[in-house]
T-cell receptor, first 115, second 115 residues
Framework: AQKITQTQPGMFVQEKEAVTLDCTYD???????LFWYKQPSSGEMIFLIY??????QNATEGRYSLNFQKARKSANLVISASQLGDSAMYFC????????????FGTGTSLTVIP | GAGVSQSPRYKVAKRGQDVALRCDPI?????LFWYQQALGQGPEFLTY????????KSGLPSDRFFAERPEGSVSTLKIQRTQQEDSAVYLC?????????????FGDGTRLSIL
């Protein structure tokens, strides 16, 4: 079974609007971390936001927020006030205590911001 | 530099040649990871170092792949007798330690093309 599932291969959003990128995960480990990364066409993976499995509050970092629904095992990324520079691939990733060596990545969502 | 540095940025090799990819992690980062990213996919784990010790090499696809980090800082990923299916972007990442709440910081990657 896939550890991380991103069901939206491509998304479009109008500049200045908000957009939600979906991510569901699969783990039996009670201790885990969820991460979102942005990968522009240049190739670098840029860390955006982190949510821990025990965190009571949804994580926020500037225009990025994470809609964490633990019972549903979902960790959707919300980008508010989209900018042209937000156009990129977005990857959801998980790191478990039991397998702390590696990140499990989803297949990514390609976001295009339309002027 | 402040970030993870990888070289070369691009590498073209003929099938059967050996290649070596270099990663210089963030200073002081204990953990170092190598990933392989195929076109249109998320990164796939290859191997993990904690300081100079290679603690997990379960993701290396064959014995043609070899990684080392002899002094616990710079790491080299070597691929012997390259084949066309080795064409991919190879990403290096480092993190402060192996805690599950630590993000991994990625380099720009090496884009390897095997002719």
């Amino acid at each position: 079974a896939q550890k991380i599932t991103q069901t939206q291969p491509g998304m479009f959003v109008q500049e200045k609007e908000a957009v939600t990128l979906d991510c569901t995960y699969d783990t039996s480990d009670p201790s885990y971390g969820l991460f979102w990364y942005k990968q522009p066409s240049s190739g670098e993976m840029i860390f955006l936001i982190y949510q821990g499995s025990y965190d009571q509050q949804n994580a926020t970092e500037g225009r990025y927020s994470l809609n964490f629904q633990k019972a549903r095992k979902s960790a959707n990324l919300v980008i508010s006030a989209s900018q042209l520079g937000d156009s990129a691939m977005y990857f959801c990733a998980m790191r478990e205590v039991s397998t702390g060596n590696q990140f499990y990545f989803g297949t990514g969502t390609s976001l295009t911001v339309i002027p | 530099g402040a970030g993870v540095s990888q070289s070369p940025r691009y590498k073209v090799a003929k099938r059967g040649q050996d290649v070596a990819l270099r990663c210089d992690p963030i200073s002081g980062h204990v953990s170092l990871f190598w990933y392989q990213q195929a076109l249109g996919q998320g990164p796939e784990f290859l191997t993990y170092f904690q300081n100079e010790a290679q603690l997990d090499k379960s993701g290396l696809p064959s014995d043609r792949f070899f990684a080392e980090r002899p002094e616990g800082s710079v790491s080299t990923l070597k691929i012997q007798r390259t084949q066309q299916e080795d064409s991919a972007v190879y990403l290096c990442a480092s993190s402060r330690d192996r805690s599950y709440n630590q993000p991994q910081h990625f380099g720009d990657g090496t884009r390897l093309s095997i002719l």
